[in-house]
Nanobody
């Protein structure tokens, strides 16, 4: 069992930056691939970014490439999402996700609101 707790969300003006954190419980964090998803009001949850457990390979949604950066610190059991040049369309609840094989876990989400 893995528990994920996101933090770092909040209100920011357009053009600003935020760094989201996802703290994971357990001693096997380094064996999980980590990801970030988001859900805007009235929309379905969508993929944002992912980082593998093995080589730290990363993948991004086209809409955030060059603007968001995912990273992880296995010593701290924490994954991060650095978000730069935020725009109102990035307003959403951002969720952390961990997976390993058939196991999949979600955090409770953190609200990001970007004002124009």
């Amino acid at each position: 069992q893995v528990q994920l707790v996101e933090s770092g969300g909040g209100l920011v003006q357009a053009g600003g930056s935020l760094r989201l954190s996802c703290a994971a419980s357990g001693r096997t964090f380094s064996t999980y691939s980590m990801g970030w998803f988001r859900q805007a009001p009235g929309k379905e949850r969508e993929f944002v970014a992912r980082i593998s457990w093995s080589r730290g390979s990363t993948w991004y949604a086209d809409s955030v490439k060059g603007r968001f950066t995912i990273s992880r610190d296995n010593a701290k059991n924490t994954a991060y999402l650095q978000m730069n040049s935020l725009q109102p369309e990035h307003t959403a609840v951002y969720y952390c996700h961990a997976d390993r094989g058939a196991s999949s876990y979600w955090g409770q989400g953190t609200q990001v609101t970007v004002s124009s």
